[in-house]
């Protein structure tokens, strides 16, 4: 008589092997007999993670790995790609040169269509792998998060990558942002840090295909931060939505919001196709406020900001109030 578990049909089974990891659902189920082992030989949508603890793994992973899809590799994981035919999204988290090496110099991965790094500082491997990125390397790649570094300065010999379309990538100053939007012209969301005093100037050809935007300013905002900001903007006159992030470290800082324009005239002359804009401000945890003068202050902010932008869009100001010490 067969148990109740095998009474249920293969789209279930084959719903919840989604939830497993490539390792632990091959240990639990394989050669349990044919009906299962048939079910994991169909599979397509696996995941599979390896840690420095578990990195043996690899050793075995030949059972598995034309079902795996999504592939995750922990830090301080030296790990080759070869056999992972069918990976479409990679996760690399502080992993070790050697990875990053291979992973540049190797036609590997030829499915791949979402990337995400998390660097450790000051990673050399880094500038031949983003050559390949924005060069076309991965010829099917939709999405790319490039995380952890420091300001990336150098954008040599790239040519372009077609099929882009959402990159996250922290720190770049206006020459990089020049090169990535010619390497990308079909990048429809750009979320970006941009250092506060970048003030170069370089001519840069619009990009008509960027509807969405988050701009990062991760140290004290200056009013010179404006420009820069402005430059940045220059190039994307099809901007639909665009929200910003602000840092605050000091009362005068907050006082001077009070009569802030809240890059509405920048907006005026940069975004004419803008549709939403958000406005996100964050206080530093040492900015300690009067419980009665965070109320007044904010409500005239709140106020200033709703009649400078006067409905010509969608626009928001987002103060958490839980960055306040009271």
């Known amino acids: 008589m067969s148990s109740k578990i095998e009474c249920l049909p293969n789209?279930?089974?084959?719903?919840?092997?989604?939830?497993?990891?490539?390792?632990?659902?091959?240990?639990?189920?394989?050669?349990?007999?044919?009906r299962?082992?048939?079910?994991?030989?169909?599979?397509?949508?696996?995941?599979?993670?390896?840690?420095?603890?578990?990195a043996n793994q690899l050793d075995h992973s030949?059972?598995?790995?034309?079902?795996?899809?999504?592939?995750?590799?922990?830090?301080?994981v030296n790990s080759h790609f070869d056999r992972f035919i069918n990976v479409r999204c990679l996760n690399l988290t502080y992993v070790l040169n050697e990875t990053l090496n291979y992973l540049q110099?190797?036609?590997?991965?030829?499915?791949?269509?979402?990337?995400?790094?998390?660097?450790?500082?000051?990673?050399?491997?880094?500038?031949?792998?983003h050559k390949k990125i924005f060069s076309n390397g991965f010829p099917h790649l939709i999405s790319c998060q490039l995380l952890g570094l420091g300001l990336i300065k150098t954008a040599?010999?790239?040519?372009?990558?077609?099929?882009?379309?959402?990159?996250?990538?922290?720190?770049?100053?206006?020459?990089?942002?020049?090169a990535i939007l010619s390497a990308c012209p079909d990048l429809y969301f750009l979320r970006l840090n941009i250092p506060r005093d970048d003030l170069s100037c370089c001519d840069i050809n619009p990009h008509l295909n960027i509807k969405q935007m988050i701009l990062k300013i991760p140290l004290q905002y200056y009013l010179e931060t404006d420009e820069v900001i402005s430059?940045?903007?220059?190039?994307?006159?099809?901007?639909?939505?665009?929200c910003i992030h602000r840092f605050i470290w000091d009362m005068n800082s907050i006082l001077s919001l009070v009569e802030y324009d809240w890059l509405s005239k920048i907006i005026h002359l940069r975004l004419q196709q803008l549709h939403r804009f958000v406005?996100?401000?964050?206080?530093?945890?040492?900015v300690k406020l009067h419980k009665a003068t965070i109320k007044s202050v904010l409500n005239r902010i709140d106020k200033h900001f709703t009649e400078v932008h006067d409905k010509q869009y969608e626009s928001q100001l987002v103060i958490p109030l839980t960055d306040f010490k009271l």
Request: charged content about 15%; overall charge neutral.
């Open 11 to 34: 789209e279930i089974f084959v719903e919840l092997f989604e939830y497993f990891n490539a390792q632990a659902l091959f240990n639990a189920f394989y050669n349990l007999n044919s």
């Open 36 to 54: 299962f082992n048939n079910l994991l030989s169909s599979l397509t949508n696996v995941s599979f993670t390896i840690l420095a603890k578990n």
């Open 62 to 76: 030949h059972r598995f790995v034309t079902a795996i899809n999504k592939l995750s590799i922990g830090p301080m």
């Open 105 to 129: 110099n190797n036609e590997i991965l030829p499915c791949l269509e979402h990337l995400l790094i998390v660097y450790r500082v000051n990673q050399p491997s880094a500038t031949g792998l």
């Open 156 to 178: 040599d010999n790239w040519t372009q990558s077609p099929s882009l379309r959402i990159l996250h990538i922290r720190m770049i100053n206006l020459l990089v942002y020049k």
């Open 231 to 242: 430059n940045f903007l220059a190039s994307t006159p099809n901007l639909e939505e665009f």
């Open 279 to 286: 406005f996100k401000l964050h206080f530093s945890t040492f």
